[in-house]
Nanobody, 123 residues
Framework: QVQLVESGGGLVQAGGSLRLSCAAS????????MGWFRQAPGKEREFVAR????????NYADSVKGRFTISRDNAKNTVYLQMNTLKPEDTAVYYC????????????????WGQGTQVTVSS
């Protein structure tokens, strides 16, 4: 069972930045597609960003494009989400996910999930 542990969430003012980390167990991390999703109260989980196993291909939701950057360090079994110019509407619990296949923008296609980390952006 792959374990994913997110960290780096917190409270930040609008316009500020946070860097989320997701540390993964297992020796097959380099073969997993990875994604970041978020869920606000009363809303469905939504796609934020994804990255291919090699790190060569990335995709972003329109709402975060140009502000967020996903990256990975396979030597450290870690994926990151750099979040800049944060907005109050970015407030949510952020989850990282791993897929034993190419990355996807659909949460139902992922095999493993972290516990989530809270990001709160004040106006």
């Amino acid at each position: 069972q792959v374990q994913l542990v997110e960290s780096g969430g917190g409270l930040v003012q609008a316009g500020g930045s946070l860097r989320l980390s997701c540390a993964a167990s297992g020796r097959t991390f380099s073969s997993y597609g990875m994604g970041w999703f978020r869920q606000a109260p009363g809303k469905e989980r939504e796609f934020v960003a994804r990255i291919s196993s090699s790190g060569r291909i990335t995709n972003y939701a329109d709402s975060v494009k140009g502000r967020f950057t996903i990256s990975r360090d396979n030597a450290k079994n870690t994926v990151y989400l750099q979040m800049n110019t944060l907005k109050p509407e970015d407030t949510a619990v952020y989850y990282c996910a791993a897929r034993r296949a190419a990355s996807s923008e659909y949460s139902s296609e992922y095999d493993y999930w972290g516990q989530g980390t809270q990001v709160t952006v004040s106006s």
